[in-house]
């Protein structure tokens, strides 16, 4: 969904389109994958093969579309791997297929990536709605997938495959039910219609702040009640003359930024925030100072270069210590040796971009970020160090509506990105990573975005390893998790959580968690929106401590958060809800192989609570009932309860349930390795769910409902 601010519009692609090539790092000649089907900028529809070629060191592959997990291979299969993908859970327009290929040890070791076109016909009808049943009515979400056709909206100038360049006109026609428009560069917020204007609608956007080459521009139409019921895209291609740098002596001071506000997809209003100004800086070493346009960094630069791509800068903090509202700077392959603080900003006009050139392995320490509406894509940030440097991501301050995306980051002594609870509408997109410290990613402050990002092998004493990690502290409480939340209004959406291990020398004995929170003393963790994740551990037993969430307000109180269309596999137990927590919601996931409880209630609730539509598969094996609740009368509706050898357990409840074998497209093995939790044309569970309005798609994007009512579990179909 693209919706409340500019969370979804400040997306992954932004940079992933402007530099292309293969994900940082960079592999070894002997370690590669290549996508041999469909070919680059192929026009795809339906099913589609996605079919590859691999070097003998790679033994599976992951694949992603837009940066959103899709497939694995089977576990069986030989190489060259396939996997099958449905185009229709995307919209038509152009997308990104992307494959990483892993070792034995579970390690990426080569990637690829192409670009295809979507052209699915959309449908003739609209799908009739079911007839509600009485069911809990929760805030809605706007559905990003195809829509009806009486709803639409077109892009009529520029032509698709047209090049542009500096300030253009994009035009759209648009039904009478869509009532005003976000338009979108490369998934990046660029403008709304004026809010007196009359349809057909335009506006104008320079091209300038985009580098050269293909862009996508995309527009979302929006109903009068702010839900979007349109979307639409087309490919061009910019092509502006580069500017010729300026030379002065000193940098001028940055425009405060005073952006309108974009408009907001919620009922009310956000909390007001500060409206961010550029933060104060020493004048640099007198240099030139770039005019508006794209700059350069690499290795073999000088400081006090121009910055062209014939001259160079030397230093990534140079750069970021001289550009403008509106700049980029392009970032050569090399090892920086340094940490880059970030306290300037752009404007949400003008944003500001530091980026990897294409195909680049940049080697740097990390990033400390206070400034607003900056991207930061495609660097490889590793350091062993103490202390806020030992973040490899440090967004702090008042940072907002910056976007984090594309990088790799890997083996630290602290968290791998972690946000204070000043910031706001932070985006972190795409990002891998490995062996962090403590937690993945720690999620803080207000209005953020994280999606499509994979997070593996979290240590919690990564000190016990010796090596680069000799020197690293072990804070109290030391702990190995994927995600921790705190803040208020964030989604977490669309990322693959895996393989963070137990009994290890570096994880003796963490309680791990796909996602994690206490509380906060700054303010009530609440409006959490955890959907279409995909969380599998690596060990499923009642002597490993791993589950999906705990959830509790021991330093203040949490609010509502919500599950919907996660899958989660192999792993002991599911939710915890603790004390002070006011309303869990548990809608549409798919769970199997839980060894224990998949939803454990630890005190009193609610009809606030509410655990509907759900497949629980092979969770309880010791005879526990899918849920634990001790008292009160929570809202549990439509759950199926199978158990592929034996009978539902009913131990910690008598939860009500159906029983019925949900047919999936794979049930992978005992373990759920393998599975493709799709369902089978025949399945009991199609259509036969409870209507949610807070659920408007199923984990892949496709609307829901398809047929006569909701499908149970997180795929429609």
């Known amino acids: 969904m693209r919706g409340g601010f500019v969370r979804a519009a400040l997306a992954w692609l932004f940079v992933a389109a402007l530099i292309g090539g293969a994900f940082a790092p960079a592999t070894a000649a002997s370690s590669y994958v290549k996508i041999t089907a469909p070919a680059n900028g ?100 706007p559905a990003p997938t195809a829509t009806a056709a009486k709803n639409w909206v077109t892009i009529t100038a520029p032509a698709n495959s047209a090049t542009v360049a500096g300030t253009l006109t994009v035009a759209t026609a648009e039904s009478a039910s869509v009532t005003w428009i976000n338009v979108f560069v490369d998934n990046v917020w660029v403008a709304s219609n004026p809010s007196t204007a009359s349809p057909p609608y335009s506006v104008t956007w320079n091209s300038t702040t985009v580098a050269n080459g293909p862009h996508t521009v995309s527009v979302d139409g929006y109903s009068s009640t702010n839900a979007v019921i349109a979307t639409t895209s087309v490919g061009i291609s910019v092509q502006n003359a580069l500017p010729t740098p300026t030379p002065t002596a000193t ?82 392959a090399g090892t920086y040796n340094e940490r880059v603080t970030i306290s300037s900003s752009g404007t949400a006009v003008l944003p500001i971009v530091l980026q990897a050139a294409a195909g680049a392995d940049i080697k740097m320490l990390g990033f400390s970020i206070s400034g607003s509406y900056w991207t930061v894509s495609g660097f490889d940030v590793s350091s062993q160090t103490n202390g806020n440097n030992g973040y490899g991501i440090y967004i702090t301050g008042n940072a907002s509506y910056d976007t984090v995306q594309n990088n790799y980051v890997h083996e630290l002594c602290h968290e791998g990105i972690f946000m204070e609870s000043t910031v706001s509408h932070i985006s972190a997109i795409g990002n891998r990573i490995w062996r962090a410290e403590m937690a993945g990613i720690n999620i803080d402050g207000l209005y953020d975005l994280v999606e499509g990002n994979e997070i593996w092998e979290t240590q919690q004493v990564p000190v016990n390893l010796g090596g680069i990690y000799a020197g690293c502290s072990t804070p109290s409480g030391a702990d190995a998790d994927a995600m921790r939340f705190f803040g208020q209004h964030h989604d977490i959406r669309s990322n693959y959580l895996h393989n963070i291990y137990y009994g290890t020398a570096s994880n003796p004995n963490p309680h791990v968690d796909c996602f994690q929170t206490w509380g906060s003393s700054a303010r009530t963790v609440d409006d959490i929106l955890i959907e ?60 199997d192989h839980i060894v224990e409880e998949a939803v454990i209630f630890g005190n009193t609730r609610s009809a606030a609570d509410q655990v509907i539509n759900n497949i629980f598969y092979d969770v309880g094996s010791g005879g526990d009932s899918y849920a634990c609740i001790p008292g009160g009368s929570p809202t549990i509706e439509a759950n199926d309860f199978f158990m592929p050898s034996g009978s539902p357990g009913t131990w910690c409840s008598n939860a009500p349930y159906i029983s019925v074998n949900p047919l999936f497209v794979n049930a992978g093995d005992p373990t759920g390795a393998g599975a493709d939790y799709h369902l089978q044309s025949t399945s009991p569970v199609k259509d036969n769910g409870i209507t949610l309005t807070g659920v408007v798609n199923d984990y892949n994007g496709t609307a829901r409902p398809i047929g006569a009512g909701y499908s149970l579990g997180a795929f429609e179909k």
């Not at 919209?91 to 579970?106: A, E, I």
């Not at 000088?302 to 392009?330: E, F, K």
């Not at 995909?534 to 791993?546: E, F, K, L, V």
């Open 251 to 332: 940098r001028s001071a940055a425009p405060t930024a005073t952006a309108t506000p974009l408009p907001t997809q919620k009922p009310t209003p956000p909390p007001a925030t500060a409206t961010p100004s550029a933060a104060p800086t020493s004048a640099p070493t007198p240099a030139p100072t770039p005019a508006t346009g794209v700059f350069y960094v690499a290795p073999g630069g000088r400081d006090s270069n121009s910055g062209s791509a014939a001259a160079p800068w030397l230093t990534i903090q140079h750069a970021v210590n001289l550009l403008l509202p509106g700049q980029q700077a392009v970032v050569a």
């Open 532 to 591: 279409r994740n995909w969380c599998r551990w690596p060990a499923a037993s009642t002597s490993i401590d791993d589950e999906v969430s705990m959830v509790e307000g021991l330093d203040g109180p949490v609010g509502t958060v919500t599950y919907s269309n996660n899958v989660f596999a192999d792993m002991s137990q599911g939710i915890n809800i603790g004390v002070n927590v006011s309303a869990l919601r548990v809608w549409n996931n798919t769970w």
């Open 42 to 141: 192929a026009t795809v529809q339906g099913t589609v093969t996605i079919a590859t070629t691999e070097s003998t060191s790679v033994s599976w592959i992951n694949v992603y579309v837009d940066s959103i997990w899709v497939a694995s291979n089977s576990p069986t299969a030989l190489p060259p791997y396939s996997v099958r993908w449905d185009s229709t859970t995307r919209p038509n327009g152009q997308h990104t297929v992307s494959v990483n290929g892993y070792n034995t040890s579970n390690n990426v070791i080569a990637s690829f990536r192409i670009s295809v076109n979507v052209q699915n016909q959309a449908s003739a009808t609209a799908t009739a709605a079911p007839t509600p049943s009485p069911s809990p009515t929760p805030k809605p979400t």
